[in-house]
Every structure is written in C-alpha cells, then in structure tokens.
C-alpha cells in the first residue's frame, strides 16, 4: 500500500521554517513563518495566558469530553469578540475548530457538502494553504486580482472586475484584516462596494480573520467582517486565536456559519458539530479555555488587550522604521508602502531570485513571494535588511 503513495507539494512556509533552523550563521535573520517575536526575539507567553494557565491548573477538576462544537462558552466569547453586536447570537452557529486552519478545512467541506458546484475565488495571491486544502478537496478556485505589484496597494478595479465573472452561489474568500500575505487592505469604501456586488450577484462571502489586533486595533480589524456578516444573507466567518492570543501550538479556532434566517440555525449548527466529528470529533479545549476565561474576565481582558496593543505598537513601529531607514539609503519614497501596510506581513514586491539572493548572501528568511514577517525584526536587524535591500539593488 504504502508504495503508492506520492511525495506532496512541500509548504513553501513550513519549508523555510527548517531552512532557517539548519542555517548556523549567528547573523541569520528570519522573516518567514507568522510568529510574532519580542524585542529579544521570543515569541512569549502573554502575561493573561499565563494567568489563565495557573488559574486553570488549580481550578480545573476534569478533562472530560466538552460538546462536539466545543464549549458553547467559548463560543459565545469568540462571536462576541469577532462580530460585537452586528449579528443576534441566535443568527450565529459555530464550532470550536483545531486553529484558524481548522476552520477554513470545515468551513471549505460544509461549501462543498452545500453546494458541490460552488467555485472559490481567491485573492492573487493569498495564504498558500488556503489553495493547498482547497485543491485537496477538489474545488475549483478562480484567482482574483489583489495586490498591485507596482503600487504595492490592493489592485481595487481588478479585484471587482474579477468577482463580476463569479455566478450566483459561488464563494468569495476575503481576508478580513491584515492580509496575508501582502499586508495590503481594503478601505472602509471599498469594502461596503464589495459587499454590494456580493449581494448584487448572489455570491457567498467566506472571511478569514486571523489576525484581530494585529492592524489598527481590536474592534478596527473587527470593522469589515461585521460589515459584512450584518448585510448578506449568508456567511462563513474562520476566525484564529493563534497569533492575537500567542497560542500557535494550542490550536484554537472557530469557524461561524451566520445566517439572517434564523430557521437555519439548527441546521447549519448540526451541521458544523457533525463535520467535527468526521475529521477529529471533539476540537482541541485547552487554548479554547483560556480564550474564554480571558475574555469573561475584566482584568484578564484588560491585560490582555494591553499586551496586544503593545505587540500591534510595536510592529507598527518596525514597519515605520523600515520604511524611514530604505527612504534615508535609496533617497526616494517607494518603499514608503511598508508603512502603509497592516498586520504581520509585507510583500516587499521582489523577484523569487532577489529573496534568494537575500538568504543566500545576506542570511535574511523571507517567503519566495518576497512576504516579510515584519515582527521578525528588531531595532538592530532593521537597518541590517535595509542596507541589504539597497545592495542587492531591490
Ligand atoms: C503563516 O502564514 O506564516 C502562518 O499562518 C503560519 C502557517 O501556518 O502558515
């Protein structure tokens, strides 16, 4: 049997993750996989998680199987996270998923269990494993115009001549802050005329958001997918504690199926703890847990809403300081986007052979679509990638 099997596309994220690892030069830089890191370089346990861990280690009495959605608590922290008071809670069915990953797996299967002639259009580009699961299952995907390599911005008229060839019941995936990978977004404006073609054309809008915070602030990053969840019909909202609470390892997702027809709601919740239970029945707790003491208690909260605010601060930081540093070497405004940016991540807009040439002579680790993990600088290392962008002749 097992002879059968063939060699898998690698993760080109996953991939430079253990290049970076094996390579002993001291002076190494890594801007490859979505991690946040301090000034020091570690990527820390926030202080409120901790609290929750030691609160939870005293308090917990059993590890017994919670519900196949997951804790409803949980869910009801998250919805309230994620969508304020857009949508009545009654209009929201959702399931505790391993990571934001999970949720796009689930929420990609219920698309095809609904409707198997749905197509998925996707930003060009967008998250790579976005189109890895999506190919997995066998759905077809049309990419849309996203990122405009000249610009550096969101390509706004392509992106909205592309969705206009999409037919009624397809599934347009939308990056609801922080765009991964190139950092660029849509404005308030543009956001509300995506949402009016959407409804115009009967199209379904799946949101990622995996990054609340990480942008212009919590409730901020927040705006466009409540915008969208209150005026369509139907949606799926994939939503990832991963990077705003630091838990990566715990995997701690939610995927929301939101329906103004409230008639629906049995079924789409039935229909969310029913795939559960086919991929991996009851979804992990532990991070799900303290995402929701954190977010039912007010200090926790407050503690941990400041820590994010100081990770979002501090990346805007690095994002400016960058973008001052290759103004003062190259004399000229263009890369002045890297501060526009938000989020994680910049498509810096360079050749796969230039990003080469940056590990290769440099020791500098970024995604061969030339993304940066902004927050795998420091006040050292961003004069470093300057100077090197300038004499590699980026
Ligand atoms: C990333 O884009 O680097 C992160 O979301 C990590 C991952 O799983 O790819």
């Not at 991939?15 to 946040?36: C, E, F, H, S, W």
């Not at 910049?346 to 500098?364: N, Q």
Request: charged share 20%.
């Amino acid at each position: 049997m097992f002879q059968n099997l063939k060699a898998q596309p690698a993760d080109k994220i996953l991939t430079l993750m253990q290049a970076y690892r094996d390579d002993p030069r001291d002076n190494k830089i890594d801007l490859g996989v979505g991690v946040y890191k301090n000034a020091e370089g570690i990527t820390p346990v926030m202080r409120a998680v901790k609290a929750a861990e030691h609160r939870l280690w005293k308090e917990q009495v059993t590890k017994a199987y919670t519900g196949l959605a997951g804790d409803p608590a949980y869910s009801d922290a998250m919805i309230s996270l994620v969508l304020g008071d857009a949508v009545a809670r009654e209009n929201v069915a959702a399931a505790a998923t391993p990571g934001g990953t999970g949720a796009c797996r689930q929420a990609f299967e219920l698309i095809q269990m609904a409707n198997p002639d749905a197509r998925v259009f996707v930003s060009n580009p967008t998250w790579p494993n976005h189109l890895s699961i999506l190919s997995y299952l066998g759905i077809e995907t049309i990419a849309y115009r996203y990122f405009d390599d000249e610009t550096r911005a969101v390509d706004f008229g392509g992106m909205l001549e592309d969705l206009g060839a999409a037919r009624a019941g397809d599934v347009v995936l939308l990056h609801g802050c922080c765009h991964n990978p190139t950092g660029a977004n849509l404005n308030a404006v543009e956001w509300q005329a995506v949402i009016d073609l959407l409804n115009e054309k009967g199209l379904i809008p799946m949101v990622d958001i995996a990054y609340q915070g990480f942008g212009d602030g919590l409730e901020e990053d927040a705006t466009a997918t409540r915008m969208v969840a209150s005026q369509v019909p139907e949606c799926l909202i994939a939503a990832s504690c991963s990077k705003n609470f630091g838990i990566y390892r715990e995997r701690t997702g939610l995927l929301m199926a939101v329906s103004q027809d409230r008639s629906q709601h049995g079924l789409n919740q039935g229909t969310l703890a029913f795939l559960n239970r086919q991929n991996f029945s009851f979804p992990p707790d532990h991070g799900a847990r303290l995402v929701t003491m954190i977010l039912s208690d007010d200090a926790l909260r407050t503690e941990w809403a400041a820590e994010l605010e100081e990770v979002r601060l501090s990346m805007l930081d690095l994002r400016k300081s960058l973008a001052d540093e290759l103004q003062r070497l190259s004399g000229s405004d263009r890369f002045a986007f890297l501060a526009q940016h938000r989020g994680m991540f910049s498509r810096l807009g360079t050749t796969p052979e230039m990003v080469e040439k940056l590990r290769a002579d440099y020791g500098i680790y970024m995604i061969g679509d030339s993304r940066m993990n902004i927050a795998g600088l420091n006040a050292q290392t961003v004069p470093v990638l300057a100077k090197a962008i300038i004499d590699a002749g980026i």
